[in-house]
C-alpha cells in the first residue's frame, strides 16, 4: 500500500462512513480504542482508520504524534485482532499522517470480536452492521427453533 498526498485529499474531501475513519490524534490514541475501530471496520467489510487529520469536514492534516513504534503497534494489532492491518506513515507538509488499512474479516471465519462483543461504540456507523448481524441471527434462531 503506498498512499500519495493526492490519495489522501481524495480520502479527505470525502465523507466518514463505515470504511473510513478520520481522528486527530495530535499527542496520542489510545491503543485499546484503535483496536476497537479495526475490529468494526474489518466487521463491515473492511476499511481505512486515518490518524492526524480532522474530523470534521473541511478537514485538515494536524499531524500526529500517535504509535511512534508502527511495528508495535502492527504486531499488537496481529494479537488483539488476529488480521493483519497493514499501515503506512505519510509525511504530509502540515504533519504526520498515518493510515491503517483494514481488510475485511476473512468469510466463513466468524466475526473478529473484543472482549466478546463483534464491535465497539454507541450507535454510530461502527455498529450498524454488527447490529444488523445480531438481529438476523437471532431471526434465523428463532425460526430454526419453530421448524
Not at 59 to 74: C, M, Y
Amino acid at each position: 500500500m503506498t498512499v500519495s498526498i493526492d490519495i489522501l485529499q481524495t480520502w479527505m474531501n470525502a465523507k466518514e462512513d463505515e470504511h473510513l475513519e478520520f481522528k486527530e490524534a495530535k499527542e496520542n490514541f489510545h491503543f485499546e480504542e484503535l483496536v476497537n475501530y479495526c475490529v468494526a471496520l474489518a466487521n463491515e467489510g473492511g476499511g481505512r482508520m486515518i490518524l492526524g487529520v480532522t474530523d470534521k469536514l473541511p478537514r485538515k492534516v494536524v499531524g500526529s504524534q500517535a504509535f511512534s513504534n508502527l511495528e508495535r503497534t502492527k504486531a499488537g494489532l496481529i494479537d488483539r485482532v488476529r488480521l493483519r492491518i497493514d499501515v503506512e506513515e505519510i509525511q504530509h507538509p502540515d504533519g504526520r499522517v498515518l493510515v491503517f488499512q483494514v481488510p475485511s474479516r476473512p468469510i466463513g471465519s466468524g466475526r473478529p470480536t473484543i472482549k466478546g462483543r463483534s464491535s465497539a461504540g454507541t450507535g454510530d456507523h461502527r455498529t450498524r452492521g454488527a447490529r444488523a448481524w445480531r438481529a438476523a441471527h437471532a431471526f434465523s434462531t428463532v425460526l430454526s427453533a419453530h421448524r
